[in-house]
């Protein structure tokens, strides 16, 4: 990766609206990455996951729980430090796309139908943190200010 580029993905204004949004956000990602990857908070872990996965056609559903529960909850700490958190957010919103056309999308919009309007929101936010960058109290601004030219 060049500096030039990692300055680009790095470099955000200075607003706290980034922060409000990335502490919660990355942790409700961290929490259902934990749930597919460690079986915390309820999940059923990479075997349980994977099996749920291949139920519903997204195969091989063990590498698929991996990849999904690594990016959410990876993404989730990139998130909540501020590091590369363009990135981070573009592959939450992506796993989150794929979350809710292969799960959600035939059961309406609502959460209590085991709908698509929490995903939906999920996505939302992540596409916003991908566009304005991290904001204050970032990890990516000290790697913004030394890739600086």
Known sequence: MSISLLNKLTTSTANWSSLVLRVPVGLIFMAHG???LFAMFGGYGLEGTGQWM???GL???YLMALMAGSAEFFGGLFIIVGLLTRPAAFVL???MVVAVLAVHIGNGLFMSNNGY????SLI???FAL???GSGRLALDNLIALRTKR
């Open 54 to 56: 291949e139920s519903i």
């Open 34 to 36: 934990a749930q597919k």
């Open 124 to 126: 939302i936010i992540s």
């Open 130 to 132: 991908m566009l304005q």
């Open 59 to 61: 195969a091989p559903g």
């Open 93 to 95: 919103a992506m796993t």
């Open 117 to 120: 309007e929490f995903g939906l």
